[in-house]
């Protein structure tokens, strides 16, 4: 007798049996019709692809400089190490303590993270560590505030630019793009939709070894 899966819709609470679904096919909730998953074309390699990229950018973001000021014929350029660490010089533990975590170590364990999970898909590997993994991306996500240090980079990017001139660095540029690779990594990804293919790799290990 196959097991029937039941869950919430999370936005008005309607239980639903869990149908899977065709390549490219959409499941709606009954009651308020917002989409419960998805079963996208290419889901895992385009992911695959999507996070790749956002490392290569979380690279290039905190290797070189982000902005730099010119002001009778100084420059001055910070990079988001300078940052976090100038904040702990002058004493700032707390929010260089905070900037090095919602800049440095929450993006850069949620790309190796995904990365893990969608890889112990691909190859079919053991899934109990890509399956904590991915329970910790879920609770940790709410944390990430890459979108609010962009909206302030910006501002910053406006109002210094009526005291001395601004130099822009590749880091600026790519934060940028590095922002919006996981925006779209986000909404691209269908995290019910993971879970369910994480329990075909348990099935797969089990019957390997038996």
């Known amino acids: 007798m196959p097991i029937t899966y039941k869950f919430a819709c999370i936005h008005c609470g309607q239980l639903h049996d ?29 992911s695959l692809a999507l996070i790749m990229t956002g490392l290569i950018l979380f690279v290039i973001t905190n290797a070189f400089p982000l902005i730099g000021l010119r002001a009778q014929g100084i420059t001055q350029e910070l990079s988001i190490w300078k940052a976090t660490s100038a904040f702990w010089a002058q004493d700032y533990y707390w929010l260089s303590a905070l900037l090095a ?15 893990w999970v969608l890889l112990t898909i691909r190859l079919a590997w053991q899934p109990h560590g890509a399956i904590q993994i991915f329970r910790w991306l879920s609770e940790l996500k709410p944390w990430g505030m890459l979108e609010v240090f962009m909206l302030g980079l910006l501002v910053a990017v406006v109002k210094l630019g009526d005291i001395a001139v601004l130099v822009v660095g590749p880091a ?39």
Request: aromatic share 16%; net charge positive; with cysteine.
């Open 101 to 115: 975590l919602n800049l440095i170590v929450l993006p850069l364990f949620e790309l190796l993270g995904l990365f």
């Open 18 to 46: 869990y149908q899977p679904l065709a390549k490219g096919e959409t499941a709606y909730c009954s009651r308020c019709f917002s989409v419960l998953y998805r079963q996208r074309q290419q889901l895992i390699d385009t």
């Open 172 to 210: 600026f540029w790519s934060f940028i793009f590095l922002v919006l690779t996981m925006a779209a990594t986000t909404a691209y990804l269908d995290r019910f939709t993971l879970w369910q293919l994480l329990k075909p790799c348990r099935a797969n290990t089990a019957g390997s070894g038996s």
